[in-house]
């Protein structure tokens, strides 16, 4: 069975790991951390400690590690997908099942085909023979017509008649097999609107006049259904039930049947494997009402959970993904080679569609940007979006907005500014930090104490939305607070390839005491330290005074780094020589960057000081030696990952 890694991160977003270990080992709440006698090795003295706002446990000790699944694997030697159903079974998410094992996928076949009545076709919707000129309407006029093959090679599509291959495959089979897949059955609507798009000058005026070429239609596999009431009745004569669970084909109030998508182009709907499993269809007739209509929900079909483009921008690798308004948006930009756009299907933007994209960069680089327009409607979306985004915004995840010209879509502004230009302007987009402090002040005057009352009280409102125990939504305050003038001025100094720039008058450790006296909500990243340094480095002591206070630290930045001082009051000789001689201006750029380079110079550090142990060869049995070098393999890849990024 293979899970989605969407899936397995919802799962352990609604397990708490405090409860899961508690079943197995008695933990003490000590600091912010629980504590207890580890269960994978012999002590007397408790080394086993439990981060429930991490959801993560390691020990001192033997140097096991990992979540709630990789505990509940090691303590009772299960592997992974038995432990995956327990889990399953508890938070009421439901796993992937196989499709020779759900009844639900499978549907009643007619077992005789019902006589195959072949819809009128008029000849103007016919392609011209070979050798005729075809003249597109109008407003169409392009040079280079994407859809000459097609019109010189009918005989590809059966004819001029849409249905023939559906009556031929219809008369030579005598025996329908009982049961139909719903898969199956999506994959072959798929194919006849496919073969519908050939025969059909409006369905190709329209892909013309947006500029798609043959080979993009091909690719994103687009298609139009016929005027036709009954069309897919007549192609699909054993297929009624199966359509009708999937929503293609409805009943009117007076008992007739007919077909959801008709006179419209067609974007076959794909999951994360790839698979068809719903269409969406746009309306050529301004008469016909709505202008777009999707699939319904059905067993295989989950539009709050879909986005369109999502199994296509895995396929070419996408490293950063942009959530755009339709369909055509993220064809538009895969033609011009802007992969990774995706877009909802027909409804807003939620929480799962965002962590969705968020799970595509894990151990990579882990930002979405958020495309938009730039009238009020737009302001208006991207503010609510916002507000849900920001819960999900755990250390590391970064949110960037790219505010469109109004009356642009992303395709119309390639066209007017070129690719290069647009990727210029996409990757200047403003992060979430730049974007909140634009959107907040517009409205006041941030020039007097009022006004920056407001944007304060406004910003309050939104952190709040943050995770807790978070360090973003501190660094975020912290640099509103300084962007309005009530603390230092903030300056804009960064260093990109996130190095140990740290004063030749300290070493490593003393610089990662100046940045968390400076930004004490950084000591999440550098939490994992505690289980590496030396008991006689003063950054060992340290870490362990903050895990003790760091539940209690204040919201306000600077009121922090007061109640860290006077924490750590016994070394003020030491923090006092470490503060006048660390230059930490590269923790003063922007929250993200601050972010970002915390949690670099945490794995770097990591990295050293297990090479240092795996060199000094203490272990106190193979298990941990096996452990360490486990981690050691572990930040190694995601250290060239970040290197790769850079």
Known sequence: MAIPQHTIDQILDRTDIVDVIGQFVKLKKTGRTYSGCC???????????VYRDKQYFHCFGCQANG??????????SRNFIEVMKDLSSQTGIELPKDNNDSNKLKYKRESKPKPVQKPAIEAKALPPKTGETHTAPAAVNFEHDPFAEFQNNEDAFYGNDPFAHFDQVANAFEDVPQDGNLYDLL???????????????????????????????????LGYAPEDWQHLEKAFPQDIEGLKLLGLIRTSDSGRDFDLLRERVIFPIRDAKGRVVGFGGRALNDEIKPKYINSPDSEVFHKNQLLY???EGRKQKANDWMMVEGY??????????????????????NSEHLNILYNQNDKKNNRITLAFDGDAAGQKAARRT???????????????????????????????????????????????????????????????????????????????????GGSYRYLLQQ?????????????????????????????????????????????????????????????YHVLNIFNVIFDELPDDPELSTYYVLGACAAHHHELQHILEHANISDYTSSPEQADKLAADLSTKLQYQFLQLKIKSNKFSSLAEMRNLKQRIYDIDKKRSLTLLED
């Open 39 to 49: 269960p994978f090795h012999q002590e007397k003295s408790p080394s086993f400690h």
């Open 328 to 349: 055509m948006d993220v064809i538009a930009l895969q033609q011009y080679g802007v992969t990774g756009a995706v877009a909802t299907l027909g409804t807003a933007s």
């Open 479 to 539: 640099y509103f607070r300084e962007k309005l003038g009530f603390s230092r001025k903030w300056q804009p100094q960064v260093n990109n390839d996130a190095s140990l720039s740290f004063s030749t008058k300290i070493d490593a450790e003393e610089y990662v005491i100046a940045i968390l006296i400076n930004h004490p909500y950084l000591y999440i990243h550098f939490e994992p330290l505690r289980a590496l340094v030396s008991q006689d480095l003063l950054l």
């Open 386 to 468: 916002l507000e849900i985004a920001l819960p999900l915004l755990n250390d590391g995840r970064e949110l960037k907005f790219f505010v469109l010209p109004n009356d642009h879509d992303p395709d119309s502004l390639i066209r007017r500014e070129g690719i290069e230009n647009f990727r210029r302007l996409l990757d200047t987009s403003p992060l979430l930090s730049e974007f909140v402090f634009a959107h907040l002040t517009q409205n006041h005057n941030v020039a007097s104490p009022e006004g920056k009352s407001q944007v304060m009280g406004e910003l309050r409102q939104l952190t709040e939305l943050l995770p807790k």
């Open 67 to 76: 979540n709630a699944i990789r505990f509940l694997m090691d303590i009772g």
């Open 187 to 221: 994959e072959n609507v798929a194919q006849f609107y496919e073969q519908q798009l050939p025969l059909s000058p409006i369905g190709q005026a329209y892909f013309k006049q947006r500029g798609l070429s043959a080979d993009t239609i091909a690719y994103w596999r």
């Open 309 to 311: 483009g999502l199994y």
